[in-house]
């Protein structure tokens, strides 16, 4: 008796999930019997551990999935261990012949994925890598000169001009199939998994999010409802409740592009102007995730160095004090403090305030951003590879399509025009603990930060 195995990654769905269906499909046309598994290592994710708010969703998602696997009569075992160690010896221990899995397409796992590939290739196992994002791959799409794109607009009307969802797997939901599902020996508890740290910060985030498919299909069908049609108006406001909340979702897989896509068309095709032009915005956004992977992929050092070599470390001035400051809510900026506790009671910011939280930080105190980027990794739920870093490149002027370094946000003026009631700041705040003074003045820092500026592109001979 052979096998298909299914590797669950960023993929923790059943519905129109491409590797799933597959396997499914040949498992009943070979008559082969299907072992799904996920498979955690954080050797693999090295360096890029998961934070500890992801690591929450992730478990929460992984619970989710096994139960709405085994209602169909599937079962999804939970394996440790580095995947050039573990694949080899499943596909060995348990006589698999084929193997299906999602694309990765951040760099360091890329790479792990690709030399599996040619070894169990080599080992003759028949190998399915899908993609259930918009880019059909990130190295179809390149300028007129054969070079990657490096700022959005272009890169948006490229991809969006071919943008077709896929009508094989976008709304497939997978049947109970007659195909038996195999348990492994060394299949794992959630528990053993060891996702969660002791530290009670995680469990409050149960109170913000429900991970899992079926409550982002429930989201996704609210934000269309209620929300869709202000989009374009109300997405910048942080009070607003505007946009999606989907991000955590769409990182682990739970939704993909593809689904999302297929439901917003009928919409783009058939609504009245202003739910099609609405539904265009939340496509952007969409296409700036796109753009994000699209970055890391052909720029894969990005995650770690500024794109622009002018912002190498000797441009910053890391001060542990003024880190501490700015990861406590404690700056005496009522908008960036907000947002830190938004972030650290709930694990999600809103994207307005992620780029003033990140402009203050990386301008206003001088802080290098991949400091910053390391605290939102560990504290979001949503915290992805691609987006953060480009998010942050974007902000501190360092990375490709970047805001010009000397467009410094003022915080203060930012508040009045996006929190103009302050429904969001007294939200989060707590009035009784604020700080009497400022960490900086506003002023003097944007402009020691444009002398800063400055300074180093003379001493370095810079253009
Ligand atoms: C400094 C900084 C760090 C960020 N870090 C992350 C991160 O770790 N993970 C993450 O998913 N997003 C990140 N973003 C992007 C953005 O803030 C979030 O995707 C968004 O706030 C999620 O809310 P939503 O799902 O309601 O978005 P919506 O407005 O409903 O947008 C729908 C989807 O589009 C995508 N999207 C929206 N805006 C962006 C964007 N600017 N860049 C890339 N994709 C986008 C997301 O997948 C999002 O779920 C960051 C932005 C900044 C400025």
């Avoid at 896929?166 to 199939?177: L, M």
């Avoid at 409550?215 to 929300?227: C, G, M, T």
């Avoid at 992620?354 to 560990?378: D, E, I, V």
Wanted: proline share 5%.
């Amino acid at each position: 008796m052979t096998r298909t195995a299914v590797w669950f990654q960023h993929n923790l769905r059943i519905a129109g999930n491409s590797a799933l269906e597959w396997a499914l499909h040949r498992a009943q046309q070979y008559n082969s019997e299907i072992i799904l598994f996920y498979l955690y290592s954080s050797i693999d994710e090295a360096p890029w551990q998961r934070g500890a708010a992801s690591s929450w969703w992730l478990q929460q998602s992984l619970t989710s999935l096994k139960h709405d696997l085994s209602q169909r009569g599937l079962v999804l075992n939970l394996v440790r261990g580095s995947a050039s160690d573990t694949i080899p010896r499943l596909i060995e221990q348990y006589n698999i012949d084929a193997i299906s899995w999602q694309r990765n397409y951040e760099p360091h796992l890329a790479h792990r994925d690709q030399q599996l590939a040619e070894q169990l290739v080599q080992y003759g196992i028949t190998l399915n890598m899908t993609n259930d994002g918009l880019l059909p791959d990130p190295g179809q799409l390149m300028t007129q000169k054969g070079t990657p794109y490096r700022v959005f607009t272009p890169f948006y009307r490229q991809l969006r001009k071919g943008l077709l969802y896929k009508t094989d797997q976008a709304e497939s939901t997978t049947k109970p199939h007659a195909v038996v599902s195999v348990t492994l020996y060394e299949s794992l508890t959630l528990e053993a998994l060891n996702l969660l740290t002791p530290h009670p910060w995680q469990h409050k985030l149960a109170r913000h999010h429900q991970p899992g498919e079926q409550s982002a299909h429930q989201q996704l069908q609210r934000f269309i409802n209620e929300r869709l049609i202000d989009y374009p108006t109300r997405r910048d406001i942080p009070a607003a409740e505007a946009t999606s909340t989907l991000s955590a979702s769409l990182h682990f897989g739970e939704i993909s592009a593809q689904q999302i896509l297929h439901i917003l068309q009928p919409i783009i095709e058939h609504g009245n102007p202003p739910q099609a032009s609405a539904t265009e915005v939340f496509l952007r956004q969409l296409i700036w995730r796109e753009f994000a992977r699209y970055i890391l992929w052909h720029f894969p050092n990005s995650a770690e160095e500024s794109m622009d070599n002018r912002f190498d470390t000797s441009f910053w001035n890391f001060d542990e004090q003024r880190m501490q400051c700015w990861q406590r809510g404690e700056t005496g900026v009522s908008i960036i403090d907000a947002g830190m506790q938004q972030l650290w009671q709930t694990g999600i910011m809103h994207n307005r305030v992620r780029m003033l939280a990140a402009s203050y930080l990386t301008k206003n105190l001088a802080q290098p951003w991949q400091h910053g980027a390391s605290w939102f990794w560990n504290t979001l739920v949503d915290a992805d590879l691609a987006n953060n870093s480009m998010g942050w490149q974007w902000v501190a002027g360092s990375g490709v399509d970047a805001a010009p370094y000397f467009r410094i946000f003022n915080p203060e003026i930012q508040a009045k025009k996006f929190d103009a009631d302050g429904h969001y700041q007294h939200k989060w705040l707590n009035d009784f603990s604020r700080p009497a003074t400022t960490l900086v003045e506003i002023a003097d820092s944007r402009r020691e930060a444009m002398q800063r500026y400055q300074d180093h592109i003379k001493r370095n001979h810079y253009k």
